[in-house]
């Protein structure tokens, strides 16, 4: 059978060792798997985590894994959530996140596991959840690769998860959020597995960029998720990035009209992956403001999480329950978007220099109901900025800055845990230097991959000058020291002193930066 498929192999073929080392095979919860060995890194690829999702069960809550008789191979990653193709963003090539897209099979929900070569204490367990506008992305993409944390002591732990209508779709007979109830499901079984690969169930940290990131903010907060981590790390989300009912229904009504009959889950559980996977281009453009409530992420993909309320607005009170009962431990954060954020959903797509006046406010139009006066807030914070670099900011801050700064703001005010905030400055010269510190850019200095080639060159997101020698390494460090105990390096986040981190060329302290920007989102130093 087809190890790229992820079927189990009946036992040892002729020639092959009837006991390997013993390392190397894993007796999980739901059978046995086979890794491969790095001279940094234990590794085993398409590890299941829940049945796969099929027919009509694509949108049901997941389920435990049936199990598999003899030694599943894990020596080469597996199939990937149904997806459209995302290797090229305009000008910029974007495949070191992506691979090569959608990889067919059915027993897509697992995870890919990098564990320290020699195992010896137990470890502490870092779990990421990959980005993609919810409707695309994997555990493939190169960047992903953990062997740098395993390397350094730490088992990393990469999830797929259900993408696109069968992830996100709010569906009258299926429960909403398929998606993240994945990544719940996946923390799960990584609870009971972890010591198997050397790891410790109890120093769990849960992290996410962009689309797992908004989906690690959910998680933090939610009550049936508790004692699945110990900490929580969000990169470049949002704390206010759910969608309202009403938004979601608006997606449900377009997927209706398109695939001409009724939007549930009975009927589109007869639909083929690839007929549900052709419908997602042509929900571009939907306008989801409603009278009570903006598109929390600009237009950029038609699909959220979908919930009663903002992460921002449960994580506080979680976080004073934990705090009042101390047989419940308190969740510690760190936190932080890029100084560029929405260069990338420009810079690759026209000339910035041709933003006007008009292009500006319609950007801030976006987000907020007095556009006029958030222009002129930052404006008035950034005299010496061109109308492109206004532009880019408003977008950023709209899209994942307000809403980061605002889930800080939240948890430490609650003061269960500490709150640790960062913002990424360091800026890549790709695209004529319009990319900057944009959307992604910290993701290859996190996993110690910013010598991948391919991030390299005109199209490339690190351009052809190479990034400050030590950077990668100091942030993986960083990321590392978090995982393990908690304190990145610099000192908490709080309302008497709301620090952050600012990592660039050169790592400096401030203290409130970009105040009278998040003033004019109704976002003071710590909000009240």
């Known amino acids: 059978m087809s190890a790229l498929a992820g079927r189990p192999e009946p036992g040892p073929a002729p020639g092959r060792p009837a006991t390997p080392p013993d390392d190397l095979v894993i007796a999980t919860t739901s059978g046995l798997i086979r890794g491969t060995r790095t001279p940094q890194a234990r590794v085993f690829f398409g590890v299941p985590y829940a049945a796969p999702p099929a027919g009509e069960s694509r949108f049901a809550a997941p389920r435990p894994h049936p199990g598999w008789a003899g030694v599943r191979d894990a020596a080469r990653p597996g199939p990937t959530a149904p997806q459209p193709p995302r290797g090229r963003f305009g000008r910029l090539d974007l495949s070191p996140f992506f691979g090569g897209g959608w990889e067919r099979g059915e027993d897509y929900l697992t995870v890919n596991v990098w564990a320290p070569p020699e195992p010896s204490t137990p470890a502490p367990v870092l779990v990421f959840v990959h980005g993609g506008a919810f409707i695309a992305g994997s555990t493939r993409g190169p960047v992903y690769d953990g062997t740098a944390f395993a390397r350094d002591g730490v088992v990393l732990v990469t999830v797929n998860y259900r993408l696109g209508i069968p992830g996100f779709l709010r569906l009258p007979d299926a429960p909403d959020n398929r998606g993240r109830l994945d990544v719940i499901a996946a923390l799960r079984w990584i609870s009971a597995n972890a010591p198997l690969f050397g790891g410790d169930p109890g120093n769990v940290t849960l992290a996410g960029q962009s689309a797992g990131a908004i989906i690690v903010t959910s998680i933090a907060g939610a ?256 990321w590392v020291r978090f995982a393990t105990h908690g304190d990145p390096g610099w000192p908490a986040y709080s309302q008497v002193t709301p620090t952050v981190q600012q990592i660039g060329e050169t790592w400096t302290q401030v203290v409130g930066p970009h105040a009278e920007e998040f003033r004019a989102w109704g976002l003071s130093a710590l909000s009240r």
């Open 223 to 478: 009550p049936d998720a508790q004692g699945l981590f110990r900490r929580v790390i969000i990169q470049s989300g949002s704390g206010t990035a759910a969608f309202t009912h009403e938004q979601a229904g608006i997606v449900t009504a377009a997927v209706g009209r398109e695939i001409g009959g009724a939007p549930t889950a009975a009927a589109l559980g007869q639909r083929s992956d690839e007929e549900l996977v052709d419908v997602l281009p042509r929900l571009s453009g939907l306008d989801l403001a409603t009278a009570d409530a903006h598109d929390p992420l600009g237009g950029i993909t038609p699909f959220s999480l979908v919930l009663d309320r903002q992460p921002a607005d449960t994580v506080a009170d979680l976080a004073a329950r934990a705090d009042a009962d101390r047989g419940a431990p308190a969740t510690e954060l760190l936190i932080g978007s890029n100084l560029d954020e929405g260069s990338l959903y420009l810079a690759p797509f026209q000339d910035l220099d041709d933003s006007t006046e008009t292009d500006l406010r319609s950007t801030a139009a976006r987000f907020h109901p007095a556009p006029d006066r958030l222009v002129d807030a930052y404006r008035s914070a950034q005299p010496s900025a061109t109308t492109a670099q206004l532009r880019v900011a408003l977008l950023g801050d709209g899209m994942f800055g307000a809403g980061t700064r605002r889930f800080a703001d939240a948890h430490a005010q609650a003061g269960a845990a500490r709150t640790f905030v960062y913002e990424f400055t360091w800026r890549s010269e790709a695209l004529d230097g319009k990319l900057g510190s944009c959307h992604l850019m910290e993701l290859p200095f996190v996993f110690d991959k910013a010598g991948l080639p391919a991030l390299h060159g005109p199209g490339a997101l690190l351009g052809t000058q190479p990034p400050p020698r030590d950077l990668a390494a100091r942030v993986h460090a960083t």
